[in-house]
């Protein structure tokens, strides 16, 4: 999977990351490096936690292809 994800410089040091098509997947890191570990963490639980998520009762899942 690629995802686009921002990074920001903190004032306090360090960067901020956020990924737009994950609202709410949000990490940070005091070094590039860190950062870009911590989001990626941040990105699998994101996914695994969307995976758990099961319908409404009466409901059900489907997927698309956009």
């Not at 989001?39 to 995976?51: G, N, R």
């Amino acid at each position: 999977m690629l995802l686009k994800v921002y990074f920001e410089p903190s004032d306090e040091g360090g960067y901020t990351v956020h990924v737009p098509s994950l609202p709410g997947c949000i990490s940070e890191g005091d070094t590039l490096e860190e950062a870009r570990r911590n989001i990626e963490e941040a990105i699998a639980l994101y996914l695994e936690s969307a995976e758990e998520q099961a319908p409404p009762a009466g409901g059900f899942a489907e997927e698309i292809v956009v």
